[in-house]
């Protein structure tokens, strides 16, 4: 009992924050003020509509942006990374709302926190890193496409239309724009992008996001522009911790929609957390970690009446973008709503929706790297299909499937290219172990072939296949020392090419099996059957002398004209090489 308290208890002080986490803090603290100042003012809009999105209200998402940023920059495994309600997370939380109601919601997100704890005790972060760049760079370019679009309804000045997918509602956007115009929205917008994207070549030190919106609400005000439509009324405090809504009836039947929470929060944050990683020098966040601190944000959020929360990709570029280096910008983020929403609601409440499409616009813009698409591009064939299929993906369907079916894909293809590497060689045998006469005989009526590689199920059949063209031989050697690996699959169909081969009267004998392939060869009987009348030897040399016996003691130079072996038909050992 001591040794695993003890355990567990490393891993815990392992998870929780360290001096470097303080020392990075106090390194530029201008720029992550800079920076934390921004977020927040990308930030607030993006919490209240993720709010009233997921059926909670505009004070859920205020608050899960408060309570679970500021958490989440405390405990989490990134520097960069800046946490609350995200788009991807309101699709999964709308139809919870819908059978179990807003106490489900709450329910849920702290089930899903306490399940993130789990996977960060158990060291289950480490796993990301087993995804391959395609997908990360196509997940990025994907999420970049979709905050461009999401914000296509503010910047062309039209109400939101109804529609969970990105590209129906922006069509229907664009329809509406077509019929009522709005040209000082659209100019707004793209006045605010063009100011961000210009003044970070001309001077990146300074915050033009800030300086671009104050500059639009001002001339918003000023002019009387009742086109450039506002945030409006924002809720004022945060509501009092409690645990009213926790209904331990209710529990079993939310535990399938709070794995899938759980699943989403977890490979959202860590993705958003390798793609922050991405676009920066230098910074490598915790994988473990971030799935801690986003376990005590989710559990935290909902006792404020707050929505489960994830890492947010935008905001987290917006954070990156704007010259952050610490933790200390997210949390600056999470201080500065709060402060908005007790004291400074009517001054942003005047901010314009189309100033904020246009930042939204510009961060989008920023977080394509050409440089690396292009790489990635011209690597090879199977990364660029990868890539462009997340990114696809990501933008038709939704972040989870993307990364599933990038990661499938990713899958199929490695396998295709390990399965390539097993190779079934017709080998010489060697004349120095044997005489004149012994090689003539041997050279007539055995054949060696050497494996190479895997044997498993992408490469078991085609192993099979080329196995099967053997012809007017009466001893086949299989060399197996080189075989690196072998599943179920391969040894099912190595059994099967032993007993095709003995019906044609051939004889199988096997060298080098090594010690850990020969359960699963047992397993399914291969092993027994390569054992009968002793065919299976530690090395060539003795399989070759065995062979010789067995056919002197057949008679067969008696009984075969020379020169007849053909062990593979022309365009079978084309094939091999």
Same mark, same amino acid.
């Given at each position: 009992?001591?040794?695993?308290?003890?355990?567990?208890?490393?891993?815990?002080?392992?998870?929780?924050?360290?001096?470097?986490?303080?020392?990075?803090?106090?390194?530029?603290?201008?720029?992550?003020?800079?920076?934390?100042?921004?977020?927040?003012?990308?930030?607030?809009?993006?919490?209240?509509?993720?709010?009233?999105?997921?059926?909670?209200?505009?004070?859920?998402?205020?608050?899960?942006?408060?309570?679970?940023?500021?958490?989440?920059?405390?405990?989490?495994?990134?520097?960069?990374?800046?946490?609350?309600?995200?788009?991807?997370?309101?699709?999964?939380?709308?139809?919870?709302?819908?059978?179990?109601?807003?106490?489900?919601?709450?329910?849920?997100?702290?089930?899903?926190?306490?399940?993130?704890?789990?996977?960060?005790?158990?060291?289950?972060?480490?796993?990301?890193?087993?995804?391959?760049?395609?997908?990360?760079?196509?997940?990025?370019?994907?999420?970049?496409?979709?905050?461009?679009?999401?914000?296509?309804?503010?910047?062309?000045?039209?109400?939101?239309?109804?529609?969970?997918?990105?590209?129906? #509602?922006?069509?229907?956007?664009?329809?509406?724009?077509?019929?009522?115009?709005?040209?000082?929205? #659209?100019?707004?917008?793209?006045?605010?992008?063009?100011?961000?994207?210009?003044?970070?070549?001309?001077?990146?030190?300074?915050?033009?996001?800030?300086?671009?919106?104050?500059?639009?609400?001002?001339?918003?005000?000023?002019?009387?522009?009742?086109?450039?439509?506002?945030?409006?009324?924002?809720?004022?405090?945060?509501?009092?911790?409690?645990?009213?809504?926790?209904?331990?009836?209710?529990?079993?039947?939310?535990?399938?929609?709070?794995?899938?929470?759980?699943?989403?929060?977890?490979?959202?944050?860590?993705?958003?957390?390798?793609?922050?990683?991405?676009?920066?020098?230098?910074?490598?966040?915790?994988?473990?970690?971030?799935?801690?601190?986003?376990?005590?944000?989710?559990?935290?959020?909902?006792?404020?009446?707050?929505?489960?929360?994830?890492?947010?990709?935008?905001?987290?570029?917006?954070?990156?973008?704007?010259?952050?280096?610490?933790?200390?910008?997210?949390?600056?983020?999470?201080?500065?709503?709060?402060?908005?929403?007790?004291?400074?609601?009517?001054?942003?409440?005047?901010?314009?929706?189309?100033?904020?499409?246009?930042?939204?616009?510009?961060?989008?813009?920023?977080?394509?790297?050409?440089?690396?698409?292009?790489?990635?591009?011209?690597?090879?064939?199977?990364?660029?299909?990868?890539?462009?299929?997340?990114?696809?993906?990501?933008?038709?369907?939704?972040?989870?499937?993307?990364?599933?079916?990038?990661?499938?894909?990713?899958?199929?293809?490695?396998?295709?290219?390990?399965?390539?590497?097993?190779?079934?060689?017709?080998?010489?045998?060697?004349?120095?172990?044997?005489?004149?006469?012994?090689?003539?005989?041997?050279?007539?009526?055995?054949?060696?072939?050497?494996?190479?590689?895997?044997?498993?199920?992408?490469?078991?059949?085609?192993?099979?296949?080329?196995?099967?063209?053997?012809?007017?031989?009466?001893?086949?050697?299989?060399?197996?020392?080189?075989?690196?690996?072998?599943?179920?699959?391969?040894?099912?169909?190595?059994?099967?090419?032993?007993?095709?081969?003995?019906?044609?009267?051939?004889?199988?004998?096997?060298?080098?099996?090594?010690?850990?392939?020969?359960?699963?060869?047992?397993?399914?009987?291969?092993?027994?059957?390569?054992?009968?009348?002793?065919?299976?030897?530690?090395?060539?040399?003795?399989?070759?002398?065995?062979?010789?016996?067995?056919?002197?003691?057949?008679?067969?130079?008696?009984?075969?004209?020379?020169?007849?072996?053909?062990?593979?038909?022309?365009?079978?050992?084309?094939?091999?090489?």
């Amino acid at each position: 009992m001591r040794t695993s308290s003890g355990r567990v208890g490393a891993r815990l002080t392992a998870l929780l924050p360290r001096r470097s986490d303080l020392a990075q803090m106090r390194r530029d603290p201008r720029r992550d003020l800079l920076a934390g100042l921004t977020v927040a003012i990308v930030a607030l809009p993006l919490a209240l509509g993720f709010g009233v999105s997921s059926g909670l209200g505009a004070e859920a998402g205020l608050a899960t942006a408060v309570i679970a940023g500021a958490l989440a920059a405390v405990f989490g495994g990134s520097n960069l990374q800046v946490s609350g309600p995200t788009g991807a997370m309101t699709v999964v939380l709308v139809p919870i709302v819908a059978e179990h109601g807003p106490s489900g919601v709450l329910t849920v997100g702290l089930m899903a926190g306490l399940m993130l704890l789990a996977l960060a005790l158990i060291r289950a972060g480490k796993y990301m890193q087993y995804v391959p760049a395609p997908v990360v760079e196509g997940f990025t370019l994907g999420i970049a496409c979709v905050i461009a679009l999401q914000q296509i309804p503010s910047a062309l000045g039209v109400p939101k239309p109804e529609g969970d997918r990105v590209l129906v #509602v922006t069509w229907r956007a664009l329809q509406e724009f077509a019929q009522h115009p709005n040209w000082t929205a #659209v100019a707004f917008a793209l006045a605010v992008a063009a100011v961000m994207l210009i003044g970070a070549r001309l001077r990146p030190t300074i915050p033009f996001s800030i300086v671009a919106v104050i500059a639009a609400t001002l001339v918003a005000q000023v002019a009387g522009l009742d086109a450039a439509q506002p945030i409006g009324d924002l809720p004022s405090g945060l509501p009092t911790p409690t645990l009213s809504f926790l209904d331990p009836g209710a529990l079993g039947s939310l535990l399938a929609p709070a794995v899938a929470v759980a699943a989403l929060a977890a490979l959202e944050s860590l993705l958003s957390a390798s793609v922050a990683d991405g676009m920066t020098v230098g910074q490598k966040h915790d994988p473990d970690r971030e799935l801690f601190g986003q376990g005590l944000a989710n559990i935290a959020a909902p006792l404020f009446g707050g929505v489960p929360a994830t890492g947010a990709i935008a905001r987290t570029a917006v954070n990156v973008r704007t010259g952050a280096g610490s933790r200390l910008a997210a949390l600056v983020h999470a201080a500065v709503l709060a402060v908005i929403v007790f004291a400074a609601a009517p001054f942003v409440s005047k901010i314009p929706l189309a100033a904020l499409a246009g930042v939204l616009l510009a961060t989008a813009i920023r977080m394509v790297e050409v440089g690396s698409l292009r790489v990635m591009a011209r690597a090879t064939r199977s990364d660029a299909l990868i890539l462009v299929l997340t990114a696809v993906a990501t933008l038709a369907l939704d972040l989870v499937y993307a990364v599933i079916i990038g990661l499938v894909v990713a899958g199929a293809l490695a396998l295709r290219a390990v399965a390539m590497q097993a190779r079934l060689d017709q080998v010489p045998l060697d004349r120095g172990d044997h005489s004149a006469e012994e090689h003539a005989l041997l050279a007539e009526h055995i054949v060696a072939y050497r494996i190479d590689g895997p044997l498993f199920f992408a490469a078991a059949h085609r192993f099979l296949l080329e196995l099967a063209e053997v012809a007017d031989v009466r001893v086949v050697i299989l060399r197996m020392s080189r075989v690196t690996t072998i599943d179920a699959t391969g040894a099912l169909v190595l059994k099967d090419a032993v007993e095709k081969l003995h019906r044609r009267g051939i004889v199988v004998m096997t060298s080098g099996i090594r010690a850990g392939q020969r359960q699963v060869l047992d397993s399914v009987g291969a092993l027994e059957l390569l054992r009968l009348e002793g065919r299976e030897y530690a090395t060539t040399p003795e399989a070759i002398q065995g062979a010789r016996t067995h056919l002197e003691r057949a008679g067969v130079m008696h009984a075969l004209p020379a020169q007849t072996s053909r062990p593979l038909s022309e365009e079978t050992e084309e094939t091999v090489g």
